[in-house]
């Protein structure tokens, strides 16, 4: 039976566009299928998000060709340093310091801002013949009892193989296959922004564990940076509705004065925290991906990373597939994706939902454990190092696009 392509994805942000460009790598043709306008995803202003890319995650984009195009707004991240804090002062004497000189590989990864990604993902897929972008589309209806097959708000209907879901943590495309949802809110909200500041920041990233909630601090090209401030819902929102000068006073005694003087450098953005992670991430010749699949806390900048590791791995899973002569459509080849990837989901969201709950808090008790456990690690070079691995994404069975390797 002719479809009008391979595999449907819906949406089209950042994890659909970038399965869609692996796919075609093995020849099999997309439809990217996008809610919003083109010119909305192209703007500069469309999200003030930055993402600390794994340097897996970077070798992705580089064996789907998108690295050159992203590689001269990138920053190497050359440390991590993470420690204990409470607003005006100053960090705990325990804390951990991750260097990328203790493993071999290069920097642990890189910070780069949401508009490069989109744009560059933007341009690709419009330089790619498999690949037909349908911007401005809003998918009212989907069924894969026969082929994989959607109906548009416009009227249209398209059919294919395969049907992904990449339209975010409210999937419709979970929902209408009746799939699940299993999470809860974190009674925090993310208050994003750039900020410029006076002294160099040397590409060291660092984190602070706030009592509300931890604090970000992302290292961008030339003397700005990426913040990534967790508060509670009622504190965000009042600190939202600040002007910039109340803002940056508030954001101060949390911040500190290391980086000197800082200012605004570009809008302000605030994003509710939760969990959610869908029951399955498959059905009948269907399959989720990124936040579509699960939505974790970003306190260890491990979003856009999960979803890029659903984006090697069903990619490879389908080509391979593809190689053997079997229906890439049949249950047991999509199972495969569920079962490499639901392990590797299921420990990041615990661990992020645990470590948010151990270190935002003021319990004394807690707090003097937590801080003699980030000095231990630090202590013993063997594990400071196996966290380093584990957090450039060099861990556990890798896909052959993480690891910079052709499909």
């Keep these: 039976m002719a479809h009008d392509a391979d595999i449907l994805i819906v949406g089209g ?3 659909g566009p970038a399965l ?3 796919l075609s790598q093995a020849g099999l043709t997309s439809i990217v ?3 919003l306008p083109a010119e909305a995803r ?6 003030g998000r930055s993402y600390a890319l794994a340097l897996a995650s970077a070798k992705l984009l580089q064996a789907v060709g998108l690295w050159d195009a992203v590689k001269d707004n990138a920053q190497p991240m050359l440390e991590i340093k993470a420690s204990d804090g409470r607003a005006g002062e100053g960090p705990s004497p325990f804390f951990l310091h991750f260097d990328h000189a203790e493993i071999e590989e290069g920097p642990m990864g890189y910070m780069l801002e949401d508009r490069f990604l989109r744009q ?3 341009a690709a897929m419009e330089a790619d013949a498999n690949i037909t972008h349908r911007p401005g589309c809003k998918v ?3 069924d894969t009892t026969g082929p994989a097959a959607v109906s548009l708000e416009n009227g249209a209907a398209l059919t294919g193989q395969i049907l992904v879901g990449a339209d975010g943590r409210k999937s419709g495309t979970a929902e209408r296959a009746g799939i699940q ?6 009674g925090q909200t993310a208050l994003v922004c750039s900020l410029a500041h006076e002294l160099p920041h040397h590409g060291i990233a660092h984190q602070f564990f706030m009592p509300a909630g931890p604090l970000a601090i992302l290292p961008l090209p030339g003397n700005r940076c990426s913040i990534v401030w967790s508060e509670t819902h009622d504190r965000a929102a009042e600190i939202s509705a600040m002007n910039d000068a109340d803002y940056l006073e508030a954001l101060r005694p949390a911040f500190g004065d290391f980086l000197g003087q800082i200012e605004l450098a570009g809008a302000r953005f605030s994003y509710p925290l939760n969990l959610t992670i869908a029951e399955r991430f498959v059905d009948t010749r269907m399959a989720l991906i990124g936040d579509a699949a699960h939505g974790v806390h970003p306190i260890a900048g491990q979003g856009l990373n999960l979803g890029l590791r659903d984006v090697g791995a069903l990619a490879q899973v389908l080509a391979d597939a593809k190689r053997r002569g079997e229906d890439i459509s049949a249950i047991n080849v999509l199972e495969r994706y569920q079962q490499w990837r639901r392990f590797d989901t299921a420990t990041l969201a615990a661990s992020t939902d645990l470590v948010n709950k151990l270190f935002s808090n003021d319990n004394p008790a807690i707090r003097l454990g937590r801080d003699l456990g980030m000095g231990l690690v ?3 070079p063997g594990l400071r190092r196996s966290f380093i691995r584990e957090a450039a994404g060099l861990t556990g069975d890798v896909p052959r696009l993480l690891q910079g390797r052709a499909l």
């Design 13 to 15: 942000g950042l994890n």
């Design 20 to 22: 869609a460009l692996a």
């Design 33 to 35: 299928i996008d809610a």
């Design 42 to 47: 192209d703007a500069d202003t469309f999200d």
């Design 120 to 122: 560059a993902l933007l």
């Design 140 to 142: 009212v209806g989907q």
């Design 181 to 186: 949802r299993q999470g809860w809110d974190y």
């Design 378 to 380: 630090n202590a013993f």
